[in-house]
């Protein structure tokens, strides 16, 4: 018989992975950069020289190969396509 567990909320704590909390916040940079790049109507090549990284690297970023990058940067990312500048803070959705 199987045990069906609640989840706590966060699948990468579910899991069992180390830094969960992070890994989560990554996901959810991850998922407002989706989000900001089809509201702006760019391509992700346009989206990759926006942000001065190479495309392939948008683009494991986009399908969830993002733990090597760090939060801060995953921050940075949502700012430079949201065009908010300086003073925003890219905060997670």
Same mark, same amino acid.
Do not use: C, W
């Given at each position: 018989?199987?045990? /069906?567990?609640?989840?706590?909320?966060?699948?990468?704590?579910?899991?069992? %992975? !180390?830094?969960?909390?992070?890994? +989560?916040?990554?996901?959810?940079?991850?998922?407002?950069?989706?989000?900001?790049?089809?509201?702006?109507? /760019?391509s992700e090549s346009e989206a990759a020289q926006r942000l001065g990284i190479? %495309? !392939?690297?948008?683009?494991?970023? +986009?399908?969830?190969?993002?733990?090597?990058?760090?939060?801060?940067?995953?921050?940075?990312?949502?700012?430079?396509?949201?065009?908010?500048?300086?003073?925003?803070?890219?905060?997670?959705?």
């Open positions: 018989m199987s045990v /069906i567990e609640e989840s706590t909320g966060n699948v990468y704590q579910d899991l069992g %992975l !180390e830094h969960a909390g992070e890994m +989560l916040l990554k996901y959810e940079y991850a998922t407002k950069l989706i989000s900001l790049i089809e509201s702006t109507d /760019i190479p %495309l !392939e690297n948008l683009q494991q970023i +986009l399908r969830g190969k993002f733990r090597e990058v760090p939060v801060t940067t995953m921050a940075e990312y949502n700012i430079k396509i949201s065009g908010l500048g300086s003073g925003a803070t890219g905060s997670p959705p």
